[in-house]
């Protein structure tokens, strides 16, 4: 694993396209990792992906008031500092940037060595310093991943040590548990971080399509081609190339690739001169590769050449852990990209979801908080706001002939496991089971699970 620090990462926001090359180019010549935006969706777009350890931001945007920025900023990464700049400069304002967050105010027009000592000012804060002195300072989030469970603290690990290698690596998991993301970290963080990072779903073609896709093609070499095409693989000079579902490769087409990785070039459909490539393959699946090689539906020796390094990507429910962190994350940044105020979240909200399985991973999760955001209109998310079907997801068929029990229990164990899930919110378990809160008060006493309430 690498000790060598992290480069600071600035963003610059500015509605002046002038102002933001000449920004970018004066911190990027002192060792910065600088990234500059006219937009500010774009900005935030971006922003939401993969945090800056500073933002300098103009007040008066285009698109946006740089004071919201700050605010939506500061709810999304409470750590990255933001250092604002206005040709209106005034005492209000600047004290108004303060109160909000800013750490610094630079009125326009200002020297660039006012903004350099402004960010060596900030850097001088213990908090950034300290997270940035290595790459094994994140505790919970990795280049745009978010976790603090072992298991993912091991996956982070082995990002940082294989990252800057040239070896092949596959990666494995359900679907929705981020394949492509453990994909994009390790490319952000190798030495081909400003070449390109280009998916390709393997299952999602015909084997002809594939070939074209990834190989490319000559003038000339089908009916239609009425132009040479770079294939992925080529166009992706110097980059990562991430092989989704992997394992829905035609044969044929295994056989193809396995060669190119072997030899290093390939052949153009139509083409017969062979062509040097420069590219890291990253594969994945969701399916189990080694039943799959023992039922002859994938190649081991291509298995071998992808499979260099193995990353297991763990399902949701066996990192239950991660779910808050998650979950607030999620809701920070889905409410900002809503433009709402972001709600707090109820100890019933974050229950229901803990004890949830999460069939769909974190993708799932994405999408529950996501209408739970839209749809509510209180400023505190609870179990009311998640869907009726996540309180009576783990309920399993009972098989009669196989189960004595008489219904009674059943119906107390049902009664008993809904109520746990709301947090033991009478009111919520009624509206869930359909009974009158009157009726649940009865069968709570029965059970000697009476609150209080």
């Not at 909000?100 to 001088?124: I, T």
């Not at 990795?142 to 082995?158: D, L, N, P, V």
């Not at 994009?184 to 400003?194: K, P």
Request: proline share 4%; with cysteine; net charge neutral.
């Amino acid at each position: 694993m690498t000790n060598e620090p992290q480069k600071i990462r600035i963003f610059i926001l500015d509605d002046e396209i002038v102002t933001v090359r000449r920004l970018v180019q004066a911190l990027g010549k002192d060792g910065y990792e600088v990234e500059g935006f006219v937009s500010a969706s774009e900005a935030m777009t971006r922003f939401s992906e993969r945090p800056a350890d500073i933002l300098v931001t103009d007040v008066r945007l285009s698109d946006a008031d740089g004071l919201d920025i700050l605010q939506r900023v500061v709810a999304l990464a409470p750590e990255t500092k933001v250092i604002l700049m206005t040709g209106y400069a005034s005492v209000d304002h600047a004290v108004r940037a303060m109160k909000a967050g800013a750490c610094h105010y630079l009125a326009k027009p200002f020297r660039l060595e006012e903004l350099r000592n402004a960010v060596r000012d900030v850097l001088q804060d213990a908090g950034v310093v300290g997270r940035l002195v290595q790459a094994t300072s994140f505790t919970d989030r990795f280049a745009g991943i978010i976790g603090r469970s072992s298991a993912m603290q091991e996956i982070f690990k082995t990002i940082q040590q294989i990252a800057p290698l040239t070896c092949n690596v596959f990666i494995q998991g359900e679907s929705g548990t981020g394949k492509e993301l453990v994909a994009r970290a390790l490319h952000s963080v190798s030495g081909r971080d400003r070449h390109p990072f280009i998916p390709f779903n393997c299952g999602a073609f015909s084997e002809e399509l594939v070939a074209n896709e990834l190989f490319g093609h000559e003038k000339g070499a089908f009916t239609g081609a009425g132009s040479t095409k770079l294939g992925l693989l080529e166009a992706a000079k110097g980059g990562t190339v991430f092989l989704d579902e992997v394992g829905e490769m035609p044969i044929p087409m295994q056989i193809k690739l396995l060669r190119v990785i072997q030899e290093r070039t390939l052949l153009r459909v139509g083409g017969v001169v062979p062509i040097s490539i420069n590219v890291r393959l990253i594969a994945a699946t969701n399916r189990d590769i080694e039943k799959m090689v023992a039922a002859g539906e994938f190649r081991q020796d291509l298995l071998y050449r992808l499979k260099v390094v193995m990353i297991n990507i763990p399902p949701l429910r066996k990192r239950q852990e991660d779910i808050h962190l998650l979950v607030e994350h999620f809701v920070t940044l889905i409410a900002n990209q809503f433009g709402k105020p972001v709600p707090q979240i109820a100890a019933d909200f974050m229950g229901t979801l803990s004890s949830y399985p999460f069939p769909g991973n974190v993708r799932e999760l994405q999408n529950i908080v996501e209408r739970a955001v839209a749809l509510s209109r209180e400023p505190l998310l609870t179990a009311r706001d998640l869907p009726p079907e996540i309180f009576f997801a783990e309920a399993k068929p009972v098989e009669f002939e196989k189960d004595s029990r008489h219904l009674k229990v059943l119906e107390q164990e049902h009664i008993t496991e809904v109520y746990r899930r709301t947090g033991f919110n009478q009111s919520e378990t009624a509206r869930l089971l359909g009974i009158s809160r009157t009726t649940l008060w009865r069968r709570l006493k029965q059970l000697n699970l009476f609150s209080g309430e």
